[in-house]
Structure formats: structure tokens, C-alpha cells
Nanobody
Framework: QVHLVESGGGLVQAGGSLRLSCVASISISIMNTIGWYRQIPGKERDVVALSPFNGTPYYADSVKGRGTISTDEDRNMVYLEMNSLRPDDTGVYFC?????????WGQGTQVTVSS
């Protein structure tokens, strides 16, 4: 069982920045893909940014140019930095991993961007 734990959410003013962190219970070097999704009430989870193993990061159109996904294999961490935050960035952000055991999700961290 792979555990993912997010941190770094909170209340941020529009135009501000934040960094979300996710720590995995196992080495992220064996992940096929690791990244972030966002969910708002009544909607499905949508991809925000993904980091494929030895691949090019993928960003949703809504965060291109404002978001950066990065990893730290020594610490089994994945980060999402976002700037120029907008109210429509509000949601619960979930850490996601895909590996030989399937797909895993963290519990999520709430991000609220106030206008």
C-alpha cells in the first residue's frame, strides 16, 4: 500500500502564490506518474499537473505558465508551485501516483483563493 500525504493548502489572496507538497511512503522513482489533481464540489477530479517518470511534465491549460511541478527523489516528495492565483484555482488538491500496484490518492488539501 502506497500512502500519499499532502500539505501546504490554505487561504490565499488572488494574485498570490503557494506551494503544495506531497510525501510518498515509498520511493517515487518507481512511480510511472506522480502529480496533482483538483476537485471542486459537485465536479470530478481534474488533472492539474503530472510528472511522468523520465517524461515531460503535463500541465492543464488552466495552470500553464502559472504552475510548476517538481520532484525530490531523495525525500520522496512531489511539489506543485502556483503563482498568480485566481479564485477559480480554489478546490481540494489531491496528490496522485500511478505505479505497479495501481493508482493511489492522498487525502487532499484545501486551497481557497479569495478575490
Amino acid at each position: 500500500q502506497v500512502h500519499l500525504v499532502e500539505s501546504g493548502g490554505g487561504l490565499v489572496q488572488a494574485g498570490g502564490s503557494l506551494r503544495l507538497s506531497c510525501v510518498a511512503s515509498i520511493s517515487i522513482s518507481i512511480m510511472n506518474t506522480i502529480g496533482w489533481y483538483r476537485q471542486i464540489p459537485g465536479k470530478e477530479r481534474d488533472v492539474v499537473a503530472l510528472s511522468p517518470f523520465n517524461g515531460t511534465p503535463y500541465y492543464a491549460d488552466s495552470v500553464k505558465g502559472r504552475g510548476t511541478i517538481s520532484t525530490d527523489e531523495d525525500r520522496n516528495m512531489v511539489y506543485l508551485e502556483m503563482n498568480s492565483l485566481r479564485p477559480d484555482d480554489t478546490g481540494v488538491y489531491f496528490c496522485y501516483a500511478d505505479n505497479m500496484w495501481g493508482q493511489q490518492w492522498g487525502q487532499g488539501t484545501q486551497v481557497t483563493v479569495s478575490s
